[in-house]
């Protein structure tokens, strides 16, 4: 078979503790890789024999004891630059994404980090640009709430604009470092960017040249119209949490349509849903490990947010019954029904009850397609996303840590790189290059060219 053009990308979205609120409690998983470095350099050294694109650090301002049995990984965690940091010392070729909160930061000080980042990892790290998911970071900077979604994309936008132009203040022949003359910059490639806007006021220029991969590339991850504009406007990845294929596939359609009257491509933007892989070697031995799974959540089977999931009040139908007529449901095109698939297909059986539609939501409460099977119906689906233009590459969410992630890099990955879906190989050693993005012009060296040619 001939190779196919697309291929697909693949990043690991770092839960510590497993994305299965669970994972950590199976006999053979770490519960406590959050604070040890070499549980980090375990896992970001083994993504990169496997060829991925990248190790991606998600983040949030703020933190409560009380999500211990929904999202433990999420409760406490290092900060991602200075875990990233840390990382590209110990990696050549893997992308290490950075989560930065524009709510809550400096222009000028995101700017001067992430281009320090892209020069430790020599051109490989790329910023995850966030407003904040969680508005209690309001009350840990000082303010009385969470801006609202306008505010926050208004705020993000400029933000975004100046941390931009701030990467190009320095052209990147601007150094001389000439012994004999004793000039150490050429003073006309250095730029002020004289930047005065409704939020910020920024003179510039940067004090760190310009990072490898001139422009980092930035991903964001919204679901809001603004988010989406910010998307197609600058981003060259979107992570999404859409775990139904006909939505997913009118999203992904949906973005790329907004990339013209930026100037941009299809090509140049990648749309890259969560995927949590429950890999078995066996069909059997995968549905083993997702029983021993939800036989290990601690709930009470509170059926309140499963009831809003599927737009049916579940509230006295036995846990052990089966479930309601799906068409009662108040969600439009078989939603409900399709949801219940999902559950089916973890499941391996039709009949499933209630407890096991709780069991299947309650594993992706944070929002991403849980796949229970062998490595073959695992690429299988992933595959079929990506054919569908529903997917341009996956976000990697293993349920536990590390088998969960070594059951997926041994058996899943061999099989997509069989099926001419994935490298075998890196061929770049920058983000940029894995993604086949060009590394852009600097703004200002164009407008001297252009001076220069009316002159
Ligand atoms: C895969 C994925 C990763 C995300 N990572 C973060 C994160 O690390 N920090 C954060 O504050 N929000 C994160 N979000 C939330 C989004 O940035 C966004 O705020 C949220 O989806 C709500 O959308 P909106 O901002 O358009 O209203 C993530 C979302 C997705 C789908």
Redesign the pocket.
């Known amino acids: 078979m001939s190779k196919p053009q697309r291929q697909l990308h693949l990043g690991l ?1 770092l839960f510590s503790t497993g994305y299965h609120p669970a994972g950590w409690r199976l006999p053979e998983a770490r519960a406590d890789g959050s604070f040890d470095p070499r549980f980090f350099i375990e896992v970001v050294q083994k993504l990169e024999r496997a060829k991925f694109d990248f190790f991606f ?5 703020a933190t409560s004891a009380t999500e211990q049995y929904s999202f433990p990984s999420q409760m406490v965690r290092p900060e991602p630059f200075t875990i990233l940091s840390h990382l590209a010392a110990v990696t050549e070729k893997i992308g290490l994404i950075v ?1 930065v ?1 524009t709510t809550y930061a400096e222009p000028y000080h995101v700017a001067r980090m992430t281009a320090s980042l892209d020069y430790l990892s020599a051109g490989r790290s790329a910023w ?1 640009v ?5 508005s209690r970071a309001a009350l840990n900077f000082s303010r009385e709430k969470h801006w609202d ?1 306008a505010k ?2 208004d705020y993000a936008d400029e933000f975004v604009g100046i941390v931009q132009r701030l990467w190009d203040s320095w052209e990147d022949d601007a150094f001389i470092r000439n012994k004999e003359t004793g000039q150490f910059i050429d003073e006309s490639k250095v730029h002020a960017i004289n930047h005065v806007g409704e939020q910020f006021s920024v003179e510039g220029p940067l004090n760190v040249a310009r990072p490898p991969q001139g422009q980092i590339p930035l991903l ?9 504009e910010l998307g197609a406007q600058f981003s060259s990845a979107i ?3 859409e775990i139904l294929l006909e939505e997913a596939k009118k999203f992904y359609a949906g973005i790329k349509s907004k990339l013209a009257k930026y100037g941009r491509k299809p090509e140049e933007l990648f749309i890259m849903p ?1 995927l949590v892989p429950l890999v078995g070697r066996t069909s059997e031995e995968a549905r083993e490990k997702y029983s021993e799974l939800s036989s290990l959540l601690v709930t009470d089977f509170n059926l309140t947010a499963l009831s809003n999931r599927i737009g049916i009040d579940l509230t006295g139908y036995p846990l052990d019954g089966p479930l309601p007529d799906l068409s009662l449901s108040t969600l439009p095109d078989d939603k409900a029904g399709r949801l219940a698939g999902l559950a089916q297909r973890a499941s391996g059986h039709e009949d499933i009850t209630v407890r096991e539609l709780f069991y299947y939501f309650a594993a992706t409460a944070r ?2 397609l849980l796949i229970v099977g062998n490595p073959e119906e695992v690429a299988d689906q992933m595959e079929e996303w990506f054919v569908q233009e529903a997917a341009d590459g996956f ?1 990697i969410c293993p349920p536990y840590m590390t088998g969960g992630l070594d059951l997926f890099l041994e058996l899943v990955v061999p099989v997509l790189q069989r099926r001419g879906l994935f490298r075998t190989e890196y061929e770049g050693a920058t983000f940029r290059e894995h993604f086949g993005l060009a590394r852009p012009d600097n703004r200002f060296e164009k407008k001297a060219a252009l001076q220069g040619a009316a002159e």
Do not use: C, P
Request: charged letters at 20%; hydrophobic letters at 20%.
């Open positions: 979205f650090l998600g983040d949030r301002l989560t909160n995850n966030v407003t904040g998911a969680d979604n926050r994309y964001s991850a919204g679901t809001s119209e603004r988010s989406q992570f999404t949490g969560g929002g991403h976000n």
